[in-house]
């Protein structure tokens, strides 16, 4: 998958099927990032047309990850059933989810 | 009345033979049966011109059939059934193709009839939104010079009956010794080499009950491990009375199985007039019934059946496995907040099945768990954009 590392964030471009492998593909990307000092994060996830709920869960993991090490991360560019996935299991609670990466780009370069 | 009852008795047969191929090879001239129409004097003259050797033509994997009604008054007097197939197997989008099988009891074929194909071909992909579409035409009928020629140019498969028949044959019993020296005796030029096919067979019912004259036979169960498997999907449209549509899928419990019922639910869906949202909350219910169901199946032998039935009122998805039970009573209702401090960060599939669909019921059968999902077909009246709310049996 594709990483795009600016100066203060990292943007994440999964692709395919978010089921358990790719949802610990974006894990293990996470990971490196937050090694190499960048604590804020942004998964994009336009190119992702389905996924499961292994994958989800898969992306509280990462949220936890994240969390523990202080570090911040938003979704962004979710397709609508994705979007309404996320919202009725709850999940939006936990996350910041925008509509496009741009306002997931101001927002973090604000914080 | 007869005839049109044979018609559709044949149609019939072709859906369950267009379920059994899996890739095997077969004899090109069994699908070039216009160079040797022996009523046609200028076919005979084509005919003589072809190459004594004749190269296989491989089928494509079918992973399910079903008879295509087209209203247009274009496509009277041909029935057609259509294969939802991939070229290679593996379920990849850029081998997808359907091939659309037209039986015509015309008795000359004549380039009306194949631009009839032609336009019909393109419909059916455009309907089905599979770019790759394949025309097979099955007919005893003649063929005019001008046909021939169009058909030689585009490419377009054609087989008389008695052809459908060896090609029957050849996929279920390769091994043959009478079907290989029939087909020798009967085509000019001699087929010199035929690979013997590989066959997969099938572990599913045919269903042609009304056949006297049945192409394909249930095939014998047989025994594969996991190595020598193919991820074998079958469908099979059952039945069409009572104004329901009904699809069954056997899944092999492999790994991203569950996508291939997500990828059917959603084109019936789709197919019946649910909204996007609608179609993608429908295809999520599934996806993850069968996710869970699959896991479930601790044998790989055994399937997991799917049913989908489309009703005046409602989209009805049953997901059977067998082997393994599951109670919803022992599964709380997941929090995300809990989730975070917990291991264990599974169990949402239920809620979210529950939240998307709206009617959940699980049952034990015996032989194992059988869970049924609803959705309201929408009304004309209906934007269809709720979510609908739960009920939990």
Redesign the interface.
């Known amino acids: 998958m594709q990483v795009v590392e600016e100066s203060s964030y990292a943007v994440i471009y999964p692709t395919g099927y978010l089921n358990g492998p790719t949802g610990k593909d974006i894990d293990a990307q996470c990971d490196q990032i937050m090694a190499r000092g960048m604590k804020r994060i942004i998964i994009n996830f336009r190119e992702i047309e389905t996924m499961n709920t292994v994958g989800i869960s898969t992306l509280i993991v990462i949220l936890e990850h994240v969390g523990n090490r202080e570090g911040v991360v938003c979704f962004c560019e979710l397709l609508p059933v994705n979007h309404q996935m996320l919202e009725v299991l709850d999940i939006s609670r936990a996350v910041l989810i925008f509509e496009t990466e741009d306002q997931a780009r101001n927002h973090l370069e604000n914080l | 009345m007869v005839k049109a009852k044979q018609s559709q008795e044949r149609l019939n047969q072709v859906k369950a033979l267009l379920q059994t191929m899996r890739g095997q090879s077969i004899p090109d001239a069994l699908m070039q049966a216009y160079l040797f129409d022996e009523k046609s004097e200028q076919t005979k003259t084509v005919g003589a011109q072809i190459s004594a050797t004749v190269t296989p033509t491989a089928l494509p994997h079918c992973i399910g059939a079903f008879q295509h009604t087209d209203n247009d008054h274009d496509m009277r007097g041909m029935l057609t059934a259509v294969g939802w197939c991939f070229s290679e197997p593996g379920f990849n989008r850029t081998n997808e193709n359907i091939w659309a099988v037209y039986l015509s009891d015309a008795s000359v074929i004549t380039t009306d009839e194949i631009e009839r194909i032609v336009r019909s071909n393109q419909k059916i992909g455009r309907e089905l939104e599979v770019p790759q579409t394949v025309a097979w035409l099955i007919t005893d009928a003649s063929y005019s010079r001008e046909a021939s020629a169009r058909i030689a140019q585009l490419g377009i498969h054609t087989s008389t009956w008695e052809n459908v028949i060896e090609i029957a044959a050849r996929v279920l019993n390769p091994a043959s010794e009478e079907s290989q020296s029939a087909t020798s005796a009967r085509q000019s030029p001699t087929i010199v080499a035929s690979p013997e096919p590989k066959i997969t067979i099938a572990e599913s019912e045919i269903i042609t009950e009304t056949s006297s004259e049945a192409l394909v036979e249930k095939p014998a169960e047989k025994a594969m491990d996991k190595e020598e498997r193919q991820a074998v999907v079958t469908r099979q449209e059952i039945d069409t009375v009572h104004d329901e549509e009904v699809l069954e899928l056997r899944l092999p419990p492999l790994e991203?199985m569950?996508?291939v019922a997500?990828q059917n639910v959603e084109q019936l869906a789709q197919r019946f007039g649910f909204d996007?949202?609608a179609v993608?909350?429908i295809?999520?219910a599934t996806?993850?019934a069968c996710?869970n169901a699959i896991e479930r199946t601790t044998n790989s032998e055994k399937e997991v059946r799917v049913l989908l039935r489309m009703t005046a009122d409602r989209l009805i998805i049953e997901v059977e496995n067998e082997g393994g039970t599951f109670d919803p009573q022992h599964v709380g209702s997941?929090?995300?907040?809990q989730?975070?401090q917990d291991s264990y960060?599974?169990g949402?599939?239920l809620?979210?099945i529950q939240?998307?669909m709206d009617r959940v019921v699980f049952e034990p059968y015996e032989l194992g768990t059988r869970l049924r999902m609803e959705k309201n077909r929408p009304s004309k009246a209906d934007g269809g954009e709720n979510?609908s709310a739960v009920s939990q049996a």
């Open positions: 991203d569950e996508m997500a996007s949202m993608g909350q295809k999520m996806l993850e996710l997941p929090d995300v907040a989730k975070m960060k599974r949402w599939g809620k979210l939240k998307f979510i």
